[in-house]
């Protein structure tokens, strides 16, 4: 099909972002079938999250910064069995002896002190900025990343299964929220393991994954009809 000449398009497309790509060649992707239109996304997802991944087309690429802003929630399975240097399963696992796994008592209980304001340190392997430079790029170097605690907030947290030496976990949180960071903290917590195997975002605000697209059903160019319009994306925003 020829590409069209470059249409007058605005308004987001909420994509349910498959694990591997990153939230960038999505923009590229979307940016593609838009015919060049300007695009932009609210949030980054790791590569290998999953999810929603919402993205601004056009005049809604000014409203991006709002969307960032609002509340989200995932869901991630944490193996507390053994350690990574990301926090997930990018990097080499290295195994913890845990004599006895905790119980579930103890797993509802140290989970719940995540809950509310709380002190927590991006992973090495973010996007931080240490003196200039990115984290992941300073630590994909083999230099020591010292990144320090910085404030987070947590709506609410809950264990939705548990089966050692896996648990998953619910998380409405704030903008700044990492959730490696969690795997690695309730690790320590509990003197167990602690790295996530999967992560998925389930909410960015009312951008939910009802509202998600699956990128193999996506035409090859996108039309105004693709796009949640700007009065729409106002009534989600409030």
Not at 62 to 85: E, F, H, N
Not at 159 to 174: H, R
Not at 189 to 214: D, H, N, P, S
Request: aromatic share 4%; glycine share 8%; net charge positive.
């Amino acid at each position: 099909m020829e590409q069209p000449s470059k249409p007058d398009l605005h308004g987001v497309i909420v994509i349910d972002k498959p694990r591997g790509p990153t939230s960038m060649s999505m923009v590229n992707l979307v940016r593609r079938k838009c015919s060049k239109v300007k695009t932009g996304h609210a949030g980054t997802l790791d590569p290998l999250a999953t999810g929603v991944l919402v993205l601004g087309v056009g005049k809604m690429t000014k409203r991006l910064g709002q969307m960032m802003d609002t509340p989200k929630r995932y869901t991630t399975v944490i193996d507390l069995s053994a350690t990574t240097a990301g926090h997930d399963s990018e990097s080499p696992r290295e195994e913890i002896a845990v004599d006895v796994p905790p119980t579930c008592e103890e797993m509802q209980a140290a989970v719940a002190t995540f809950s509310g304001e709380i002190m927590q340190a991006p992973p090495i392997f973010s996007a931080v900025k240490v003196n200039g430079h990115r984290a992941y790029a300073v630590a994909r170097k083999g230099k020591e990343v010292k990144l320090e605690p910085r404030k987070a907030t947590v709506h609410s947290i809950a264990v939705v299964q548990y089966e050692w030496p896996l648990v998953t976990i619910d998380i409405a949180c704030a903008k700044g929220f990492y959730v490696r960071s969690l795997a690695r903290d309730l690790g320590k917590k509990l003197c167990t393991g602690g790295y996530c195997t999967e992560i998925r975002r389930t909410e960015v605000g009312k951008f939910t994954l009802a509202l998600a697209q699956q990128l193999e059903h996506l035409p090859e160019f996108l039309t105004q009809d693709d796009l949640l319009s700007p009065d729409q994306v106002s009534d989600l925003l409030g």
